[in-house]
């Protein structure tokens, strides 16, 4: 289905999710790093729910400013932008340094 959207397809995308995908079966399958598993296969995702809701905005813009919806995209982009730093940098880096050493 994403790959109907043009950004979808760009070859970046596509090896990005390729070797997530396949860096996640290897974990699972050899067992490798179980107790990172949560914190990547999982914690690091909880932004990607606000990011699904704060792009929607792009598809289904506001009709009216100031609306309910208009008010819960910008919310959604808030706490999207908050929960990436959280995780996505600074859990990140707390998580792989540790990785890295084992």
């Given at each position: 289905v994403s790959l109907t959207i043009p950004e979808h397809?760009?070859?970046v995308f596509i090896v990005h999710h390729v070797l997530a995908g396949l860096t996640a079966f290897y974990a699972l399958e050899y067992q490798m790093v179980a107790y990172y598993s949560i914190f990547y296969g999982g914690c690091?995702?909880?932004s990607s729910i606000?990011?699904?809701?704060?792009d929607a905005g792009q598809f289904f813009p506001p009709a009216i400013e100031?609306?309910?919806y208009g008010t819960c995209l910008l919310?959604?982009?808030v706490l999207f932008a908050i929960t990436f730093f959280v995780y996505r940098v600074y859990g990140w880096i707390r998580h792989s340094i540790p990785l890295?050493?084992?």
């Open positions: 397809r760009q070859a690091s995702e909880v606000f990011l699904v809701w704060a100031g609306s309910a919310v959604c982009q890295w050493k084992d």
